[in-house]
C-alpha cells in the first residue's frame, strides 16, 4: 500500500481547541464571581460603631472591636449601631410644682448604647429607645419637680437643678437597667423652665413687688444702720470734745498758775518794773486809734507818755 495516499487527521485538526478556551472562560467567570463575592460581603468595623450580624432576621454576632470582617453571602446581613454618645432633645411639657403653679419644662439627654444585644431584643431601634427613655425622663422630672416650691425651681440663690438632674439621671438608669433596654442615660440637663403664656404677666408682677418689697427692706437696714453709725459717731465726737476741753481747761489752769507765780517771782525782785509794765498793758487794753485821753499835764500816767520820769 502505498503511504502517499495516507491521510493524517490529527495533522488537518485546527490550531485552536474550543473546549479548552471554553473551560478557561469558565474558570475565569468563577474567579470573578468567588472575588465579588468576598469583596461585597466584607465589611469594617470602625471605632464609633457595633456591627450587628442577623442571619435570617435574627441576630447572631455583635462585632464592638474595629476592623475587618466577613458575613455568609445571601444568607446573613449587617446594621450598624452607634457607639458614641448621642443627645435627644425631650420635648417640652407641662408640669404642676408642689405650691400648685404650673410650669413649662425643656430639658435634653445624653445618652449611648452600652448593650446592643439587649437595645435590639426589647426596644428594637433606636427610635423605639429614645421614645422609651422620653418616657422616663418626663415622669422622673414630673415627679421630681411636683416636691417643689416654684421659687426654689426657678430662683438661682434658692435652686436645686443641679442636684435634680444628677437624681433624674440616677433614677432613669434604674428603669433602664430594669426593662433591660441595653442603655445608658449619661446626662439629663434643664435647658429652659418657663410659665404659660397665660400666667407670665401676674407671676412677673408678683415678682416685681416682691423684688421692691425686698429693696425696700434693704434700704431701711442701710437707713437705720446710717443713723446709728451717725449718732454713735457725734457721741464719739462729744465725748472727744468734752475731754479735749477738759484737758485744755486742766492745762490752762496750770498755765495761769505758772504765770502768775512767775509774775510774783518777778514783782517781788522789781516792784518799780512791774508797775511800769502792768501800765503798759493797760495802754494796750484801753488805747486804740479812736481813743481820747484827757489827763492833767503834770500826772505820772502823762509823764510816762511824754517818757518823763
Not at 67 to 88: A, D
Not at 160 to 186: A, C, M, P, Q, W
Not at 226 to 242: H, Q, Y
Not at 275 to 298: A, C, G, H, M, W
Amino acid at each position: 500500500m502505498d503511504n502517499d495516499n495516507i491521510v493524517n487527521m490529527e495533522e488537518k485538526k485546527p490550531a485552536f481547541s474550543f473546549k479548552g478556551y471554553l473551560r478557561g472562560g469558565i474558570i475565569l467567570l468563577i474567579l470573578i464571581v468567588l472575588l465579588v463575592l468576598v469583596f461585597t460581603n466584607l465589611f469594617i468595623v470602625k471605632e464609633n460603631e457595633y456591627k450587628v450580624v442577623r442571619q435570617f432576621g435574627e441576630v447572631v454576632k455583635i462585632i464592638e472591636e474595629p476592623g475587618l470582617s466577613f458575613k455568609i453571602p445571601f444568607i446573613q446581613s449587617v446594621t450598624t449601631l452607634p457607639k458614641y454618645q448621642m443627645t435627644y432633645d425631650v420635648e417640652e411639657a407641662e408640669i404642676n410644682t408642689k405650691d400648685k403653679k404650673r410650669l413649662i419644662i425643656d430639658n435634653y439627654t445624653v445618652w449611648r448604647i452600652s448593650d446592643p444585644k439587649k437595645m435590639i431584643s426589647n426596644a428594637r431601634s433606636i427610635v423605639n429607645a429614645e421614645t422609651k427613655m422620653a418616657e422616663y425622663v418626663f415622669s422622673t422630672v414630673r415627679s421630681e419637680l411636683g416636691q417643689l416650691n416654684y421659687d426654689e425651681i426657678i430662683n438661682d440663690e434658692k435652686s436645686s437643678r443641679g442636684s435634680l438632674n444628677d437624681k433624674v439621671t440616677e433614677i432613669v438608669n434604674n428603669l433602664l437597667e430594669n426593662g433591660n433596654y441595653g442603655i445608658v442615660v449619661t446626662d439629663v440637663r434643664m435647658k429652659r423652665t418657663d410659665l404659660p403664656a397665660e400666667n407670665e404677666q401676674s407671676v412677673f408682677t408678683r415678682m416685681i413687688s416682691e423684688r421692691e418689697s425686698t429693696a425696700q427692706g434693704y434700704l431701711s437696714k442701710g437707713d437705720a444702720e446710717k443713723n446709728r453709725i451717725i449718732a454713735d459717731t457725734d457721741r464719739e465726737v462729744k465725748e472727744m470734745l468734752a475731754k479735749a476741753q477738759a484737758d485744755a481747761d486742766v492745762i490752762r489752769s496750770e498755765g495761769e498758775r505758772e504765770a502768775a507765780k512767775i509774775y510774783n517771782t518777778a514783782y517781788s525782785k522789781d516792784p518799780g518794773f512791774y508797775e511800769v509794765y502792768r501800765t503798759l498793758q493797760s495802754y494796750k487794753q484801753t488805747i486804740d486809734e479812736e481813743t481820747v485821753i484827757i489827763i492833767p499835764f503834770n500826772s505820772p500816767y502823762a509823764s510816762l507818755l511824754k517818757g518823763v520820769q
